[in-house]
């Protein structure tokens, strides 16, 4: 379950990768070991997985806490730029431990998220075809959810 802090970052990044016009993304989304989409082994979770047009990949890990940020739950920086999302006092305590091609997004007083480190581009760590089939997936899982809550299904 995530916490109340969680939901709030969630809700500002999604927000702010749309303002920042990086389209097409969805939460915790599952990489799976052969790319079919749920029929391998799943590998890594990222908490939210961005891509534009043009096929420039943005990955994001939320952390909310200190154990939050050194548990060892991986860290899934598989995009072309990769962000941690996180509240501005525990970047202030975690600064020295995000790699230098990371980014950060840290809370605003006035509800936003703003960039205080910018994320350098690397290579994909995965083929495109298999992040765009975890896309594909968690986009598949987040509608069958909606129409769930809307309990009149997909009539």
């Given amino acids: 379950s995530k916490t109340k802090k969680t939901l709030e970052l969630e809700r500002k990044l999604y927000a702010r990768t749309r303002q920042d016009g990086y389209p097409y993304g969805a939460f915790e989304v ?19 997985l961005t891509v534009d047009r043009k096929g420039i990949w943005r990955a994001y890990e939320i952390k909310v806490s200190r154990a939050d940020f050194y548990s060892s739950a ?3 920086f598989i995009g072309n730029y990769n962000y941690y999302v996180m509240p501005e006092w525990l970047y202030n305590e975690v600064s020295k431990d995000i790699p230098s091609n990371v980014g950060v997004l840290v809370e605003e007083v006035q509800g936003t ?24 997936c968690s986009l598949s899982r987040d509608a069958d959810k909606y129409y769930e809550k809307r309990k009149g299904g997909r009539s």
Avoid: H, M, Q
């Fill in 113 to 136: 998220l703003k960039s205080i480190k910018k994320a350098s581009k690397i290579d994909v760590g995965l083929p495109a075809e298999e992040l765009y089939i975890s896309l594909i």
């Fill in 30 to 48: 599952t990489l799976w070991s052969n790319g079919n989409g749920g029929n391998g082994a799943a590998y890594e979770r990222v908490d939210f």
């Fill in 74 to 76: 991986a860290k899934s």
